[in-house]
């Protein structure tokens, strides 16, 4: 959404070289990154879970949005130029547009990880003990931890 890239007009951007962390996994840096050119990917232990190469991508919300340690980490996979807003909160609160952006973000990756995750229980279904944890994680995503709940 180059939509973004207008509310960001004014901020410093930031340039990082290829292989160069912008974000790293279990790190409570609390920005909120917007791409402006380059690409990154999405570790996650290492593995890639995600490729990010479209101006106006957002990246480092949920941890920011959830007060918790990063889920994944990302790396430059070229020379990369991005917004590091460091005061996100404010800036996601002053942006109603940008709020709602990333709502609805973060519900198009929930509808599809639950997606996935049910066509994953549906043709594990009896096959393997070890598999149950798929019951577990739809579990918890019907049903947040208490201690995680806003209040």
């Given at each position: 959404?180059s939509?973004?890239?207008?509310?960001?007009?004014?901020?410093k951007?930031?340039?990082?070289?290829?292989?160069?962390?912008?974000?790293r996994?279990?790190?409570?840096?609390?920005?909120?990154?917007?791409?402006?050119?380059?690409?990154?990917?999405?570790?996650?232990?290492?593995?890639?879970?995600?490729?990010?190469?479209?101006?106006g991508?957002?990246?480092?919300?949920?941890?920011?949005?959830?007060?918790m340690?990063?889920?994944a980490?990302v790396?430059?996979?070229?020379?990369?130029?991005?917004?590091?807003?460091?005061?996100?909160?404010?800036?996601?609160?002053?942006?109603?547009?940008i709020?709602l952006y990333?709502?609805?973000?973060?519900?198009?990756?929930?509808?599809?990880?639950?997606?996935?995750?049910?066509?994953?229980?549906?043709?594990?279904?009896?096959?393997?003990?070890?598999?149950?944890?798929?019951?577990?994680?739809?579990?918890?995503?019907?049903?947040?931890?208490?201690?995680?709940?806003?209040?």
């Open positions: 959404m939509d973004i890239l207008d509310y960001c007009k004014g901020r951007a930031q340039t990082f070289k290829p292989g160069e962390v912008l974000i996994e279990g790190g409570q840096e609390g920005k909120l990154f917007v791409l402006i050119d380059g690409q990154v990917e999405v570790l996650r232990k290492d593995t890639q879970v995600s490729y990010i190469d479209e101006p991508s957002i990246f480092g919300e949920m941890a920011l949005l959830l007060d340690p990063s889920s980490t790396r430059a996979l070229s020379t990369v130029k991005a917004y590091a807003i460091e005061d996100a909160l404010s800036f996601l609160g002053g942006q109603p547009e709020a990333v709502a609805t973000l973060l519900a198009r990756r929930l509808y599809y990880t639950t997606s996935y995750l049910v066509d994953l229980q549906q043709q594990s279904e009896g096959r393997r003990e070890d598999l149950d944890l798929v019951d577990k994680i739809l579990a918890q995503l019907v049903e947040p931890d208490e201690k995680h709940k806003r209040k």
